[in-house]
């Protein structure tokens, strides 16, 4: 076999066509393609031109030279090089060089370093591979203080705006410096002959090595007059990106990212490909519904009145119907409470637990068995939504959600990407349908979401909040603002659900763990319209339950926005709150969580007190006020279940 053939037991990309947008390597990449199987396509995309009279650079350079830049960042070693070139005819060469010795420099990679070193400096710090700007802020979280210091940053051809999110979030006062920007190559003919047979749908894969690769791409389109075609057509291939700023610019152009190597390079990315690309492309190709419009796969009608879940006691409730006894179910049921899931989240992240459909069936099924509910709700988080609408999402250890570009500034919604494609989280509706097909044909399903506040709630602060200093701040300041974001959220939440329930749910959840910091007068104007947005845009006839916690006075804006079940948490009886709202709504409720860290004998008082309250009346749903806490006792969560059966039995 020769060198150029690939092996039986590794990755190959089996003759896909792969279309490769290459600035310099366009050989290089072509090899790399076949040597994995694949049909190569590359055509250069795109050329350096430097800025001419680039009175930016200039203003810089004198700034620099008089004290007014503390640290500078320099991205990439052609950056460094047309800098230098554009400022020393204007002011003292040496004199530029020496201030930068007087300063911190950051050099994000290896080439900064080379052409810092041409010139006889040497970088303060150097940010390790894979030398992403993820790295970059953790090069900073070292050590380097930034609070209340003026950052120069060297950029190469576009604005990497999570980076400057980032910076800006740890205090930086950020200073933007343009060297050079692209162009389409000298020789278009290869570019032009990609576009239009990806606009026909001739290419399975497309290769982005470079991020202004993207605007390129759609201006070659555009000159052709095939945008709205291309657009179209990139649904369907597998999307590569390289990296990071590539995957932002492809999201920031409203397309899709399918596949990125973990190390930023031409080989990784193309080994990633060969390894992942067939069977993503089998997955679109399966796809033969839009979850996005939320038509329903063959048999999950959630409508079915002869499916085995129809005349469950939860969905009974929910429709306002007799039961023969009080359904229940727990928020946060399938957690850290549970040997089993320790056990199972012993291996893994949370995030990566959280995509995996098989884990997050096995974990929710086996909690379902275990305490005897009548109803599940997928295993999944409120946040993953997020990362394909361009955040950056983690989940760190001990300190829970972190978004590492959050919104701070009016500008910054402008990157905020609304959801139109839901192949991103195709690991959330396999959830729904592999959930649905390993429970008990009679449990009914609840998907979920964050609703709009909390998501944007955490958007904004970039993690929990005591006070939502920076959301409010945000939402009282520009409305105009606040209101773009919000809407982009309310129609992704839309689309989201819908694909759920597409999928197989039955039942919906909207999750509103934060707004209880909200007076009544702010909720119905920051929020009750995009809520009721929300709901009026699911598919009709689905119960939606729309839950709140945190302040009782929202409970009239609650029914007002709509769900057919509305959630109350333990700070209100909940003979009230039916009152409130309405007894033309079920309600889910209300025991407060921490009631479990007593004794059965407690438990079962403080169950039937609610069960009193509820008097019989069809449509409750008996539940906590929030999620399961982790110090419960699991054999506590089972003798509530129990104690709701035996006491409202009708």
């Given at each position: 076999?020769?060198?150029?053939?690939?092996?039986?037991?590794r990755p190959s990309l089996a003759g896909l066509r792969v279309a490769s947008l290459e600035s310099r390597r366009a050989d290089d990449i072509a090899k790399l393609i076949e040597k994995f199987g694949g049909r190569a396509f590359v055509s250069p995309s795109m050329r350096e031109v430097p800025i001419e009279q680039n009175r930016e650079a200039i203003d810089f350079a004198h700034r620099l030279i008089t004290g007014g830049i503390d640290v500078m960042i320099f991205l990439t070693g052609v950056g460094f090089r047309h800098l230098l070139a554009a400022v020393e005819r204007h002011v003292e060469r040496q004199r530029y060089l020496d201030a930068l010795t007087d300063i911190t420099t950051i050099c994000r990679g290896p080439k900064p370093v080379v052409a810092m070193a041409e010139v006889g400096l040497k970088p303060t710090h150097r940010v390790p591979e894979p030398n992403t700007w993820r790295e970059l802020l953790a090069t900073i979280d070292g050590g380097i203080p930034i609070a209340n210091q003026n950052v120069g940053l060297q950029e190469y051809g576009?604005?990497?705006?999570?980076?400057?999110?980032?910076?800006?979030?740890?205090?930086?006062?950020?200073?933007?410096?343009?060297?050079?920007?692209?162009?389409?190559?000298?020789?278009?003919?290869?570019?032009?002959?990609?576009?239009?047979?990806?606009?026909?749908?001739?290419?399975?894969?497309?290769?982005?090595?470079?991020?202004?690769?993207?605007?390129?791409?759609?201006?070659?389109?555009?000159?052709?007059?095939?945008?709205?075609?291309?657009?179209?057509?990139?649904?369907?291939?597998?999307?590569?990106?390289?990296?990071?700023?590539?995957?932002?610019?492809?999201?920031?152009?409203?397309?899709?990212?399918?596949?990125?190597?973990?190390?930023?390079?031409?080989?990784?990315?193309?080994?990633?490909?060969?390894?992942?690309?067939?069977?993503?492309?089998?997955?679109?190709?399966?796809?033969?519904?839009?979850?996005?419009?939320?038509?329903?796969?063959?048999?999950?009608?959630?409508?079915?009145?002869?499916?085995?879940?129809?005349?469950?006691?939860?969905?009974?409730?929910?429709?306002?119907?007799?039961?023969?006894?009080?359904?229940?179910?727990?928020?946060?049921?399938?957690?850290?409470?549970?040997?089993?899931?320790?056990?199972?989240?012993?291996?893994?992240?949370?995030?990566?637990?959280?995509?995996?459909?098989?884990?997050?069936?096995?974990?929710?099924?086996?909690?379902?068995?275990?305490?005897?509910?009548?109803?599940?709700?997928?295993?999944?988080?409120?946040?993953?939504?997020?990362?394909?609408?361009?955040?950056?999402?983690?989940?760190?250890?001990?300190?829970?959600?972190?978004?590492?570009?959050?919104?701070?500034?009016?500008?910054?919604?402008?990157?905020?990407?609304?959801?139109?494609?839901?192949?991103?989280?195709?690991?959330?509706?396999?959830?729904?349908?592999?959930?649905?097909?390993?429970?008990?044909?009679?449990?009914?399903?609840?998907?979920?979401?964050?609703?709009?506040?909390?998501?944007?709630?955490?958007?904004?602060?970039?993690?929990?909040?005591?006070?939502?200093?920076?959301?409010?701040?945000?939402?009282?300041?520009?409305?105009?603002?606040?209101?773009?974001?919000?809407?982009?959220?309310?129609?992704?939440?839309?689309?989201?659900?819908?694909?759920?329930?597409?999928?197989?749910?039955?039942?919906?959840?909207?999750?509103?763990?934060?707004?209880?910091?909200?007076?009544?007068?702010?909720?119905?104007?920051?929020?009750?319209?995009?809520?009721?947005?929300?709901?009026?845009?699911?598919?009709?006839?689905?119960?939606?339950?729309?839950?709140?916690?945190?302040?009782?006075?929202?409970?009239?804006?609650?029914?007002?926005?709509?769900?057919?079940?509305?959630?109350?948490?333990?700070?209100?009886?909940?003979?009230?709150?039916?009152?409130?709202?309405?007894?033309?709504?079920?309600?889910?409720?209300?025991?407060?969580?921490?009631?479990?860290?007593?004794?059965?004998?407690?438990?079962?008082?403080?169950?039937?007190?609610?069960?009193?309250?509820?008097?019989?009346?069809?449509?409750?749903?008996?539940?906590?006020?929030?999620?399961?806490?982790?110090?419960?006792?699991?054999?506590?969560?089972?003798?509530?279940?129990?104690?709701?059966?035996?006491?409202?039995?009708?």
């Amino acid at each position: 076999m020769s060198n150029d053939s690939p092996s039986n037991d590794r990755p190959s990309l089996a003759g896909l066509r792969v279309a490769s947008l290459e600035s310099r390597r366009a050989d290089d990449i072509a090899k790399l393609i076949e040597k994995f199987g694949g049909r190569a396509f590359v055509s250069p995309s795109m050329r350096e031109v430097p800025i001419e009279q680039n009175r930016e650079a200039i203003d810089f350079a004198h700034r620099l030279i008089t004290g007014g830049i503390d640290v500078m960042i320099f991205l990439t070693g052609v950056g460094f090089r047309h800098l230098l070139a554009a400022v020393e005819r204007h002011v003292e060469r040496q004199r530029y060089l020496d201030a930068l010795t007087d300063i911190t420099t950051i050099c994000r990679g290896p080439k900064p370093v080379v052409a810092m070193a041409e010139v006889g400096l040497k970088p303060t710090h150097r940010v390790p591979e894979p030398n992403t700007w993820r790295e970059l802020l953790a090069t900073i979280d070292g050590g380097i203080p930034i609070a209340n210091q003026n950052v120069g940053l060297q950029e190469y051809g576009i604005t990497n705006r999570s980076l400057i999110a980032g910076l800006e979030a740890r205090g930086a006062k950020v200073v933007n410096v343009r060297v050079y920007q692209w162009d389409l190559p000298l020789d278009t003919q290869p570019l032009e002959a990609n576009v239009r047979a990806l606009a026909a749908g001739e290419r399975d894969v497309v290769m982005f090595t470079s991020a202004h690769q993207v605007a390129n791409l759609l201006r070659m389109a555009q000159q052709l007059g095939l945008e709205p075609q291309l657009r179209d057509a990139l649904k369907k291939p597998v999307v590569a990106s390289i990296g990071p700023t590539t995957s932002e610019m492809l999201q920031d152009h409203e397309l899709p990212v399918d596949l990125a190597p973990e190390h930023p390079k031409m080989g990784p990315l193309v080994a990633v490909a060969a390894d992942q690309a067939s069977a993503i492309l089998d997955r679109k190709r399966r796809l033969s519904v839009s979850l996005s419009r939320g038509e329903k796969a063959p048999g999950l009608d959630p409508l079915d009145k002869n499916a085995p879940w129809y005349n469950s006691p939860f969905l009974k409730a929910c429709r306002r119907e007799p039961t023969e006894f009080t359904p229940v179910w727990l928020m946060r049921q399938a957690g850290r409470y549970m040997e089993e899931y320790r056990q199972v989240r012993g291996h893994t992240n949370f995030l990566d637990l959280c995509k995996n459909p098989e884990l997050c069936s096995e974990i929710m099924c086996t909690a379902v068995k275990r305490l005897g509910v009548d109803a599940a709700i997928i295993f999944s988080d409120l946040l993953p939504i997020l990362e394909p609408m361009g955040l950056e999402l983690d989940f760190a250890k001990g300190e829970g959600p972190i978004i590492y570009n959050p919104v701070r500034a009016p500008a910054d919604v402008d990157r905020i990407l609304e959801l139109e494609e839901l192949n991103a989280l195709d690991f959330v509706f396999e959830t729904v349908r592999r959930t649905r097909a390993d429970l008990p044909a009679n449990i009914p399903l609840i998907g979920f979401a964050g609703a709009p506040f909390t998501l944007a709630s955490y958007t904004i602060e970039g993690g929990s909040s005591r006070n939502y200093l920076h959301t409010k701040t945000l939402m009282y300041r520009d409305e105009g603002a606040w209101r773009t974001l919000m809407q982009r959220l309310a129609r992704s939440i839309t689309r989201y659900l819908n694909g759920q329930i597409a999928a197989g749910a039955q039942c919906v959840q909207l999750f509103d763990s934060w707004v209880g910091c909200l007076g009544p007068d702010d909720y119905r104007r920051y929020v009750l319209p995009f809520v009721k947005q929300i709901i009026d845009g699911l598919t009709p006839g689905v119960p939606v339950i729309n839950f709140a916690t945190g302040n009782p006075a929202l409970l009239p804006l609650l029914a007002e926005a709509g769900g057919s079940v509305i959630g109350i948490d333990w700070r209100v009886r909940l003979d009230d709150a039916w009152r409130t709202v309405g007894y033309d709504r079920a309600v889910q409720g209300n025991l407060d969580p921490l009631v479990l860290l007593s004794d059965p004998a407690e438990i079962r008082r403080r169950a039937k007190e609610i069960l009193d309250q509820a008097a019989g009346r069809p449509g409750h749903i008996f539940n906590l006020g929030h999620g399961v806490v982790q110090q419960t006792p699991v054999e506590n969560a089972i003798a509530l279940v129990d104690a709701v059966h035996e006491l409202s039995r009708r």
